[in-house]
């Protein structure tokens, strides 16, 4: 008995089930990390310093300013000469854009169907156009084709032919792009806010491309004579920029032989009276039936080209609206979908300029919008915050290099530095100053944007946004015809 214990007790152990092996609980794996949860950190800017360009004259002491670029293979030349549409006579607005259209249609021996072929063969590309401080012709082509390119101005400056056919063609193109524009709410806001701002005497108050009764009034005695008094003599405040795969020795040799004996005349010197002011003036309205979409124009005053206030103005405007994520786009699109975008802007011209904000407002929200505009403009004088100064700083600086990645934006950008009287050096010290504006320095600037001194035009249907104006206590209104 005793030796079978053990037996019975392996018996008996064989007997005992087994216990459940110990499983640990399942671990959850981490979840894989968000690519967007943490913002990259940004360095600092990259300085940028803009080039500066050669500087040369022709013998008649006209003076030429070069940017080379070896690159590409192409150039961009401008000529600019003071005269514009402030020429145009009383009840012959559009003669200046008549003229400047119709130098593109036949010179020297050939017709305008001879030139614009000859300008397809040589892969050049003119244009050119007629504005209140002058008027520029623009060439742009293969860099080996500049010889050529540089007879065809010549011819055009000195030799057009002014054929009465071509002169018929150009005004009935004329006409139809201005009858296409005065159907554009937007358009007609921005014209008809010049002439209030300005007054319709005013070289800056009158529109650059006419008006219909004008251009129809414009006969060819008055083209021949506009084009004798601006181009044919104009070599007195004329110059030139060339941007591109070219040398300053071999820009001034071929415009030498060219122009250097260009006729120069007295300059021409158009006196450009200060606006009027302005005090509290109604809203003025242009009536579009069946319009859709309100177009908004507003001017305040602004500045004169280069003076120092220039800088600070410019950010302050830039956080208004001058970009995507600025504060009037950032209410009128992101927020409250009025709009499908909105632009503050400064023009500084050479003797005045404005300050502007523009937009097309849904027909039904009009005078909505106008209230969230005008809360804007009362806020930004307060002034901005460091975050948004540099942020307006990037702004401008990215302008200024993306307007000089081609040969085209390089050479208009110095093409109206020169023309303006202003030192080679004159976009590099710009952006020199806004590097350097301060915070405190934005907020007197932003006072130009006073709403009493500002002329707003509102066009759209009038039996759709008159309503709401009123209900919204916008009473002092006036109804105007366009310009």
């Known amino acids: 008995m005793i030796r079978s214990l053990p037996i019975l007790l392996l018996s008996l152990l064989a007997c005992t089930p087994k216990p459940a092996p110990v499983v640990a609980p399942p671990v959850e794996a981490p979840p894989p990390p968000d690519p967007l949860d943490t913002r990259p950190s940004v360095g600092p800017a990259v300085p940028f310093l803009p080039p500066t360009p050669q500087v040369g004259a022709l013998a008649n002491g006209v003076p030429v300013w070069v940017l080379s670029d070896s690159t590409l293979p192409v150039f961009n030349l401008q000529l600019n000469v003071p005269g514009g549409s402030q020429l145009d006579a009383p009840g012959r607005e559009g003669t200046a854009a008549l003229t400047m259209e119709v130098m593109r249609r036949g010179a020297g021996k050939l017709d305008g169907a001879a030139f614009a072929a000859e300008v397809e063969r040589r892969g050049l590309s003119i244009d050119g156009g007629a504005g209140p401080d002058g ?155 069946g319009s859709a979409q309100t177009g908004f124009y507003v001017a305040f005053p602004g500045l004169r080209d280069g003076v120092p206030e220039e800088a600070p103005t410019q950010l302050g405007t830039i956080v208004l609206g001058g970009t995507f994520t600025s504060r009037l786009n950032g209410l009128l699109r992101e927020k409250r979908g009025y709009t499908y975008g909105v632009r503050a802007a400064l023009y500084s011209q050479r003797q005045a300029g404005t300050l502007t904000v523009r937009t097309r407002i849904r027909a039904d929200v009009t005078a909505l919008a106008l209230v969230d505009l005008l809360g804007e403009l009362d806020s930004i004088r307060s002034g901005i915050t460091p975050a948004e100064l540099a942020k307006a700083q990037g702004a401008a600086r990215q302008d200024v290099v993306e307007a000089l990645q081609t040969r085209s934006g390089a050479g208009g950008t110095y093409a109206d530095y020169l023309a303006a009287g202003r030192p080679p050096t004159a976009l590099a010290d710009e952006l020199a100053a806004v590097n350097a504006v301060g915070v405190e320095a934005v907020t007197p600037a932003m006072g130009a944007w006073a709403k009493e001194r500002a002329v707003f035009v509102l066009v759209g249907d009038r039996t759709v946004i008159e309503p709401q104006l009123r209900e919204k206590g916008f009473t002092n209104l006036k109804l105007v015809t366009p310009p």
């Open 135 to 289: 008027s520029y012709l623009n060439v742009v082509g293969p860099s080996d084709q500049l010889g050529p390119a540089l007879d065809l101005l010549a011819d055009m400056v000195i030799r057009p032919r002014f054929d009465g056919e071509e002169i018929k063609k150009s005004r009935e193109l004329l006409d139809a792009g201005l009858q296409q524009g005065l159907s554009e709410p937007a358009y007609v806001a921005e014209r008809t806010a010049a002439s209030l701002y300005w007054g319709p005497t005013h070289p800056y108050g009158r529109p650059p491309d006419g008006t219909v009764k004008g251009l129809k009034a414009s006969t060819p005695v008055e083209v021949r004579k506009w084009h004798a008094s601006v181009w044919k003599a104009g070599a007195a405040g004329a110059s030139f920029t060339v941007a591109g795969d070219v040398t300053r020795e071999a820009v001034l040799e071929q415009l030498g032989a060219r122009f250097g004996a260009w006729a120069s005349a007295k300059p021409i010197v158009v006196p450009v009276p200060a606006a009027p002011v302005h005090d509290k003036d109604p809203i003025y309205l242009v009536d579009a039936p």
